[in-house]
């Protein structure tokens, strides 16, 4: 479940890609909290889509009309869903937001018991619609979009109170975590498992969409994603995310505001994959949700990376060599390249270590404890003094 808050004063909410906070729903009970990573970048909250402020979808701007009078203002809007209608800018807001990434726990059971199922019914009561559940209550669909009204009765975005008087959420926050270094590195090895993976989005995110174009550190990512092959249908809002970066990297470096100097590569492990294929769900997309007409084109589409990573051709063993013979294989989404298999670090490292461009190298871990005591090693391995290179981990155990 994806949600998106923005804080009242947004100036008093300053975090670090990587970081965490704690989440509260009065409604649920008073005194229980639960950690979240942050997925969104920090610019996100300052650099959300202009959305239409009735139902959340997003908006361009209109063509300028060719009779319209020259020394007029033109503001009109539309959407990407019904471009002949036209909005006023009044009609339109910035969704800034912070975003958290949240698995619903215990669907299978006929009734809520855990806190985050709690939560998305608790969402679901906000929103009524046509669906009757088991306890006879009307449900909407997602996503849902609250809105409130301000003191002369106009459409401002989010709401702050439920049905019961009570906030909807409360945040402690934002908390330290390892991933918060990244930015003191210009070359960084950025590796997520399971749902570690969430603070590497945060990370990804605000490299490739902000701190590139900006000429921040860091200069060189390596990005690691390992995930079970009977996991990805839970992760598809990744393969969105990754689909809309990789296209805006694309349009960043075609118009000449990313320099050459910056580097991407992300690499996918699916394991366990199966030797036959199996039924799995069809890719979802975001409901009225539209992207500003370009006149470049996207290298790959989020279902073909989804259909990649479900039925991944190209075994990871050798995958060092498989990338230097065959720059554009057929498991090559852009920046993205899929496997079949686990990754070998060992090979990896040393490819790292041989092609460095920077002596101190960034290696932030989110995952499983054994993954990190693996790079633990292979930091220890491939750090020399002799050799003036240095593998420095930050882990954080999910």
């Given at each position: 479940m994806a949600l998106q808050i923005r804080p009242i004063h947004k100036?008093?909410?300053q975090f670090k890609e990587g970081q965490y906070l704690y989440l509260n729903c009065p409604y649920i009970s008073p005194s229980e909290w639960h950690p979240f990573t942050i997925s969104s970048a920090q610019d996100d909250l300052n650099n959300g889509p202009r959305v239409l402020l009735e139902t959340g979808e997003e908006v361009v701007e209109a063509p300028r009309p060719a009779d319209w009078?020259?020394?007029?203002?033109w503001a009109r809007y539309t959407t990407v869903s019904n471009p002949k209608k036209r909005y006023e800018k009044s009609d339109t807001g910035y969704n800034d937001y912070i975003s958290l990434h949240i698995k619903v726990h215990g669907l299978d059971a006929p009734k809520a018991k855990t806190w985050t199922r709690k939560l998305k019914e608790y969402f679901e009561l906000m929103n009524p619609g046509d669906k009757v559940d088991g306890n006879g209550l009307t449900k909407g669909k997602f996503p849902f979009y609250f809105t409130r009204r301000d003191g002369r009765g106009d459409i401002m975005i989010g709401r702050q109170y439920g049905p019961d008087g009570l906030p909807i959420i409360r945040v402690d926050g934002p908390h330290s975590a390892p991933a918060e270094h990244y930015s003191n590195y210009r070359t960084i090895m950025l590796i997520g498992a399971g749902i570690g993976l969430t603070p590497c989005m945060s990370i990804l995110t605000a490299m490739t969409r902000y701190r590139w174009k900006k000429n921040f550190t860091p200069e060189i990512l390596h990005f690691y994603w390992v995930v079970r092959h009977n996991e990805i249908e839970s992760f598809q809002w990744i393969v969105h995310a990754l689909t809309e970066l990789q296209f805006h990297l694309l349009k960043l470096r075609a118009n000449g505001q990313v320099e050459a100097k910056y580097y991407c590569e992300i690499n996918i492990f699916v394991t366990a994959v199966p030797k036959d294929d199996v039924p799995h769900l069809p890719l979802l997309r975001?409901?009225?949700v539209g992207v500003a007409p370009s006149n470049i084109r996207p290298a790959f589409t989020a279902d073909?990376?989804?259909e990649g990573m479900l039925r991944p051709t190209i075994s990871s063993k050798g995958m060092t060599n498989y990338m230097k013979?065959?720059?554009m294989a057929q498991n090559r989404f852009q920046d993205i390249w899929v496997w079949n298999g686990r990754p070998n670090w060992d090979e990896i490292f040393k490819e790292v270590r041989e092609n460095r461009q920077h002596a101190d190298i960034g290696v932030c871990f989110c995952g499983a404890a054994a993954i990190?005591?693996?790079?633990?090693t292979m930091c220890d391995k491939y750090s020399s003094v002799g050799d003036d290179i240095l593998f420095s981990l930050h882990k954080e155990n999910f």
């Open positions: 100036e008093h909410f009078p020259s020394d007029e203002k975001p409901n009225s073909e990376l989804y013979s065959n720059p990190g005591a693996d790079l633990k």
